[in-house]
């Protein structure tokens, strides 16, 4: 059996190394940190589904559900 590698290991060897692999892709990109497109620094953290907010200058605004 296989090593299940990123936050799809959780599942251990169930639901199939294809719904695990993108599981880990999607949680990957929605607990990434990125740019805030106001003040440009690298503070911008997802608040829930398509909301999300930075750090630094305190800008709530609207995007992808799990990416700016």
Known sequence: MAKTKGPAKRFGARYGRTIRAKINLVEAKQKKIYDCPYCKEKKVKRIFVGVW????????????????
């Open 53 to 68: 907010g930075c750090k630094k200058c305190g800008a709530k605004f609207t995007g992808r559900a799990y990416e700016v």
